[in-house]
């Protein structure tokens, strides 16, 4: 099972990966932990990486499937993996599949309305040394303006105010557009309503893969 989750910036895709990664196990593969890592690491790839983002270019596509190449045939990712910030297009999508044609594909899009999303994003607020993520909604420091880890103070990101929020979004529809017109049409879409609790969107999310991966099984057993 290949599950792959799209969803606006602010819209609980990293929660939402998370309890999918502990409830069944699958390993959750963020393309910038990725990336990171290699980078620390100083490998040939993270090498590489490293020259284009010096030279304020994004890292190109052969060196991001290399990586995930190099995870999802590891043993922790036999029976599923998750994918969070892969593939971004239609182009990403089709190499993604060349490396693995057979693998059972979902995907799962967290769908929120625009104004909730720059409520969100307009209440986040982050931890201005070790980076530790705050929202006066949800997730209070403990003392009003500091960092709760390191005690550093709490600012606001710049691209964190409504009229930036809403060109990002803008920006983000645009680019999976053709994306999700893309797996509509493969017939492994699913839009699940991301407002409301953490715990009942992640229980519908449940259900969908609970239900696919039934369906692959009865599938398998007939072959
Ligand atoms: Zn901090």
Same mark, same amino acid.
């Given at each position: 099972?290949?599950v792959?989750?799209?969803?606006p910036?602010?819209?609980?895709?990293?929660?939402?990966?998370? &309890?999918?990664e502990?409830?069944? !196990?699958?390993?959750?593969?963020?393309?910038?932990? &990725?990336?990171?890592?290699?980078?620390?690491?100083?490998?040939?790839? !993270?090498?590489m990486? $490293?020259?284009?983002?010096?030279?304020g270019?994004?890292?190109?596509?052969?060196?991001?499937?290399?990586?995930?190449?190099?995870?999802?045939?590891?043993?922790? #990712? $036999?029976?599923?993996?998750?994918?969070?910030?892969f593939?971004?297009?239609?182009?990403?999508?089709?190499?993604?599949?060349?490396?693995?044609?057979?693998?059972q594909?979902?995907? @799962?899009d967290?769908h929120?309305?625009?104004q909730?999303?720059?409520?969100?994003?307009?209440?986040r607020?982050? #931890?201005?040394?070790?980076?530790? @993520?705050?929202?006066?909604?949800?997730?209070?420091? %403990?003392?009003?303006?500091? #960092?709760?880890? #390191?005690?550093?103070?709490?600012?606001q990101?710049?691209?964190?105010?409504?009229?930036?929020?809403?060109?990002?979004?803008?920006?983000?529809?645009?680019?999976?557009e053709? &994306?999700?017109?893309?797996y509509s049409?493969k017939?492994?879409?699913? %839009?699940?309503?991301?407002?409301?609790k953490?715990e009942?969107?992640?229980k519908?999310?449940?259900?969908?893969?609970?239900?696919e991966?039934?369906?692959?099984?009865?599938m398998?057993?007939?072959?």
């Amino acid at each position: 099972m290949r599950v792959i989750l799209l969803g606006p910036p602010g819209g609980g895709k990293g929660t939402q990966g998370e &309890l999918i990664e502990k409830k069944y !196990g699958f390993p959750k593969i963020s393309t910038g932990d &990725l990336l990171r890592r290699e980078v620390q690491e100083k490998t040939t790839l !993270g090498e590489m990486a $490293k020259a284009e983002m010096n030279q304020g270019e994004l890292v190109n596509d052969d060196i991001v499937i290399e990586m995930i190449k190099h995870k999802i045939f590891q043993p922790d #990712c $036999k029976r599923g993996y998750i994918l969070d910030g892969f593939p971004r297009n239609v182009g990403q999508a089709r190499r993604l599949e060349e490396i693995e044609e057979k693998r059972q594909e979902i995907v @799962i899009d967290i769908h929120l309305s625009e104004q909730t999303l720059i409520q969100r994003l307009s209440e986040r607020r982050i #931890c201005s040394s070790c980076g530790a @993520i705050y929202n006066l909604l949800a997730r209070n420091p %403990r003392k009003e303006g500091t #960092c709760d880890f #390191c005690g550093s103070k709490l600012i606001q990101r710049e691209d964190d105010v409504p009229e930036v929020i809403k060109e990002r979004l803008k920006v983000y529809h645009e680019q999976t557009e053709a &994306l999700i017109d893309y797996y509509s049409r493969k017939k492994v879409y699913f %839009r699940i309503d991301g407002e409301g609790k953490i715990e009942t969107i992640s229980k519908n999310i449940y259900s969908i893969l609970d239900r696919e991966i039934a369906k692959s099984r009865v599938m398998e057993a007939a072959r």
